[in-house]
């Protein structure tokens, strides 16, 4: 790839999109391996710069500004004073509901203009997704009012105000630790109190702030920190602080390990690799069995899945959480630093990178003991002071991941911790020429096809920008429940040669604003909103989805259900997850077995099902 231009095409693109749908899967999957989604070279260095200056110096600076302590000029500050932990979830929680943190970009379907977001919540008319609109009375409705762009102005404001307070200096603390300052208590008040109205009026604002990862340390911060103020506070109350802040990391890297248990989790490791600037071709290579022809995950994937990616997210945390011993506490530190950077140096798909700069950065302020900080031997859970307030603590850090585990169409990816799994909800939207184009008719909205083409500075023909767009097909299909999802619209749609697809998170992000791989927020919710609006008729919009795998490491069937815009659910069923990671992306000995568990009345498909199917009628609209 070049550092203005994208890398060139495996074949040229007019030949290309007349090619079979198998064959090009095939030939885009096999060309991901080395080459990934082949952006240009500036684009990386944009999103470095965004990352370490937008986030890390700026945030350092506000943070130097508002607080006695922390001076920008003098790095051993950075580590040892508590406050920037609150500080930079603060900022960090601004930028993305922005939209200049993870969803910002090319790599999550923004090309131009790269900001989602705000654009989009700052404006009456645009599409809205109320989690519970039917039950929570004055929430009902898809489309965005005055009263939600206020809401939206004043989470804005909420997360400002506690950045730029000035930091409040902790008058008791235990023998030995450095002077320490921490946010007022009350700033955090109007966050904790305005974000969730806003998620109950639109659900995607509040996934978009990752309100999952920063509102407990703002939760947290206000009502422990409140304790620590207080004028009968000792130093027992700092240390609960600390080693419940500590508690809320381990929590996110356990329950994303957790999660990551199961047959999905090795086909993430090498389409990750192969989508690294930094990693060279034949590394890139080995994660595969025998690229170009087999392109299941290899024995290195498995053991960087599986070895170097779930025992290191759970084992080392774990001990994190217990150990008392100051060099067991920096060493553990020092791992998971290293585990974020290598995450970071990879650029997924959705770019959370200032995440994983700050959840890196902030073990070594939590646990490395630098400049007088937070020594283990002080700073453990044994040495919390209120043993039976633990209980609730951890019941409330933990109810996402239990629960989003145990019934993952209730609760979002997010909160559940699936955030590299491979074990998603996820779509592929399928629209008969011509839909596609009215999708600009929608408010704001402006399809991928179109960005692609007037993008600068090296705009695409049209072939080419379709051929781009039909990367993130490919990428899909590297993954479990991509080849699970194209099997399903091979056994429904005799058309689909002559269908536009699209990877249903990218479209999310064109139509809504943002989405971080989150399934829920383009499933019959979102179609229905977009039918609405342009009254398709049957077959026009056909959509297959799929539901996150329950307790994956039991191994139960995988559920899908297919979703035409204008009939709804027509059909639901299952698949088999170990017959889909044991075929290869482009699906060449046919789709996997399904079995069909509901069919809406009336319903019969255009396609004869395959063998192995529990069904044989027929689909017609």
């Given at each position: ?27 885009l ?30 945030g ?73 609109g ?37 008058r ?28 109950l ?33 000792g ?58 022809t ?75 003991g630098?400049?007088g900080g ?29 629960l ?7 609760v ?40 692609l083409?007037?993008?600068k ?61 989150d ?46 815009a ?56």
């Amino acid at each position: 790839m070049g550092f203005l231009t994208p890398s060139p095409q495996p074949v040229p693109p007019a030949e290309f999109v007349r090619l079979p749908l198998r064959d090009r899967i095939r030939i885009l999957s096999s060309h991901w391996v080395e080459d990934g989604f082949g952006t240009p070279r500036v684009l990386h260095l944009v999103y470095v710069l965004k990352m370490l200056g937008l986030y890390f110096a700026v945030g350092l600076a506000i943070t130097s500004w508002t607080t006695d302590y922390v001076h920008l000029t003098d790095p051993a500050s950075w580590f040892d004073n508590v406050v920037v932990y609150q500080k930079l979830a603060v900022w960090l929680m601004l930028l993305e509901v922005i939209g200049l943190g993870g969803a910002f970009g090319p790599l999550c379907g923004h090309f131009t203009p790269m900001l989602g977001n705000i654009r989009y919540w700052l404006r009456p008319g645009t599409i809205r997704m109320a989690p519970w609109g039917r039950h929570v009375p004055g929430t009902g409705g898809d489309e965005r009012t005055v009263l939600d762009v206020v809401l939206y102005v004043a989470v804005l404001a909420s997360l400002v105000y506690p950045l730029l307070t000035p930091a409040e200096p902790v008058r008791f603390l235990p023998e030995g630790t450095s002077p320490q300052e921490l946010v007022p208590p009350e700033a955090f008040v109007p966050i904790l109190v305005v974000m969730p109205l806003m998620g109950l009026r639109d659900k995607v604002v509040f996934l978009a702030a990752r309100s999952e990862q920063y509102l407990p340390i703002m939760l947290m911060s206000a009502t422990l920190g409140a304790l620590v103020m207080a004028e009968d506070a000792g130093s027992a109350a700092f240390v609960n602080l600390v080693v419940v802040f500590k508690i809320i990391i381990c929590v996110v890297w356990i329950g994303a390990g957790v999660s990551k248990l199961g047959e999905h989790f090795i086909n993430v490791v090498p389409p990750m690799i192969s989508n690294s600037p930094g990693q060279p071709s034949l590394l890139k290579r080995l994660h595969y069995r025998n690229a170009p022809t087999d392109l299941r995950p290899s024995r290195l994937a498995w053991f960087m899945a599986h070895v170097g990616g779930t025992t290191v997210e759970i084992l080392i945390p774990l001990v994190l959480l217990v150990t008392t011993n100051d060099t067991v506490a920096l060493l553990g530190a020092v791992a998971m630093l290293v585990f974020h950077i290598f995450i970071t140096s990879t650029f997924p798909l959705a770019v959370p990178l200032e995440w994983n700069v700050y959840f890196g950065y902030i073990a070594l302020v939590l646990w490395g003991g630098l400049g007088g900080g937070f020594d283990a031997s002080v700073y453990n859970i044994w040495n919390f002071s209120e043993p039976l307030l633990l209980i609730p603590i951890f019941a409330v850090l933990c109810l996402g991941p239990v629960l989003g585990n145990l019934r993952p169409d209730l609760v979002s990816f997010l909160p559940s911790m699936r955030q590299y799994a491979g074990n998603w909800a996820c779509t592929v939207w399928t629209m008969r020429p011509g839909v596609e184009e009215r999708l600009n008719e929608l408010p704001l909205v402006e399809n991928q096809l179109d960005q692609l083409q007037r993008m600068k500075p090296t705009p695409y023909e049209p072939d080419d920008a379709e051929m781009t767009m039909q990367k993130v097909l490919a990428w899909r299909s590297m993954h479990s429940q991509g080849r699970g999802l194209f099997s399903v619209l091979y056994e429904h749609l005799d058309d689909l040669e002559e269908r536009t697809l699209r990877e249903g998170e990218f479209l999310c992000n064109a139509i809504l604003g943002w989405n971080f791989g989150d399934g829920h927020l383009h499933d019959e919710r979102l179609i229905a909103a977009v039918q609405k609006r342009l009254n398709l008729d049957p077959g026009d919009l056909v959509v297959a989805y799929c539901e996150s795998q329950a307790t994956p490491w039991t191994n139960p069937p995988q559920a899908y259900r297919v979703i035409d815009a204008a009939l709804g659910v027509v059909e639901t069923g299952t698949w088999d997850v170990r017959d889909c990671v044991a075929e290869q992306p482009w699906l060449p000995n046919g789709p996997v077995p399904l079995r069909v568990t509901w069919a809406a009345p009336g319903f019969r498909r255009r396609r004869t099902l395959t063998a192995g199917s529990s069904s044989d009628t027929e689909l017609t609209a």
